[in-house]
């Protein structure tokens, strides 16, 4: 199943969440009742506990070719947005009690890079590089592309992005790394799933080569 309602979501939302520029609060800790929580630095900078995508579900569903794609528009939640130093980390959900529809680890593949290819409208990005990994019971897919906003040569951009398949949802975690110091804090962060132990959200050996963690056809 190919999420392209998550590509959608991402698509509209990573551009505004680049130019936003008058945080609220300071970041900590995040929890969802999904059944998953994470820490930031806590010179991370918040910029919504759960975003208003209203208006990007409105106009994705436009481009929406099938109703279980439809359907994913209107189940699909945004998280907490934070930011630090031209940085944005920003979290994505599919709660299946909404979708009606339960995922499994097999459809990690095409889930996330559903949420990779809707970048492909603002961003001109390079040549992917893909992982997968183990955080507790749970396998994780992970992406890892260099981008620039189009237009702004000049200004560039690691995206990383790791999804993983919960009780309750399927999830994805994204960084827009303006440096260094911002992509460390993405991989960094303390990740808990499903009430186990928290860890590194990407831990040192998450890009070795893992022929299952390339989507089909790439």
Same mark, same amino acid.
């Given at each position: 199943?190919? +999420?392209?309602?998550?590509?959608?979501?991402?698509?509209?939302?990573?551009?505004?969440?680049?130019?936003?520029?008058?945080?609220?609060?300071?970041?900590?800790?995040?929890?969802?009742?999904?059944?998953?929580?994470?820490?930031?630095p806590s010179d991370w900078?918040?910029?919504?506990?759960?975003?208003?995508?209203?208006?990007?579900?409105?106009?994705?569903?436009?481009?929406?070719?099938?109703?279980?794609?439809?359907?994913?528009?209107?189940?699909?939640?945004?998280?907490?947005?934070?930011?630090?130093?031209?940085?944005?980390?920003?979290?994505? +959900?599919?709660?299946?009690?909404?979708?009606?529809?339960?995922?499994?680890?097999?459809?990690?593949?095409?889930?996330?890079?559903? +949420?990779?290819?809707?970048?492909?409208?603002?961003?001109?990005?390079?040549?992917?590089?893909?992982?997968?990994? +183990?955080?507790?019971?749970?396998?994780?897919?992970?992406?890892?592309?260099?981008?620039?906003?189009?237009?702004?040569?000049?200004?560039?951009?690691?995206?990383?992005?790791?999804?993983?398949?919960?009780?309750?949802?399927?999830?994805?975690?994204?960084?827009?790394?303006?440096?260094?110091?911002?992509?460390?804090?993405?991989?960094?962060?303390?990740?808990?799933?499903?009430?186990?132990?928290?860890?590194?959200?990407?831990?040192?050996?998450?890009?070795?080569p893992a022929e299952t963690?390339?989507?089909?056809?790439?």
């Amino acid at each position: 199943m190919r +999420a392209l309602f998550c590509a959608a979501l991402f698509l509209t939302a990573c551009p505004a969440l680049i130019a936003q520029a008058h945080p609220a609060a300071a970041a900590h800790s995040y929890t969802s009742e999904l059944g998953f929580s994470y820490d930031l630095p806590s010179d991370w900078e918040v910029v919504s506990q759960q975003g208003d995508v209203s208006q990007a579900k409105e106009q994705a569903a436009k481009d929406a070719s099938s109703e279980q794609e439809k359907k994913g528009l209107a189940c699909a939640q945004m998280g907490m947005r934070a930011q630090h130093a031209g940085s944005v980390i920003v979290n994505v +959900a599919l709660p299946f009690d909404c979708f009606g529809q339960q995922l499994s680890e097999s459809d990690l593949p095409s889930f996330g890079d559903g +949420a990779s290819q809707g970048l492909k409208r603002s961003f001109d990005i390079g040549e992917p590089s893909y992982g997968s990994y +183990a955080l507790g019971s749970h396998n994780v897919w992970i992406e890892r592309v260099k981008g620039t906003p189009k237009g702004q040569a000049a200004t560039p951009y690691t995206i990383e992005i790791a999804c993983a398949i919960l009780k309750k949802a399927a999830v994805c975690w994204m960084a827009i790394a303006a440096d260094d110091v911002g992509l460390q804090a993405f991989e960094h962060a303390r990740l808990a799933l499903d009430g186990e132990a928290a860890a590194a959200l990407v831990p040192a050996n998450a890009f070795k080569p893992a022929e299952t963690a390339k989507p089909e056809g790439k």
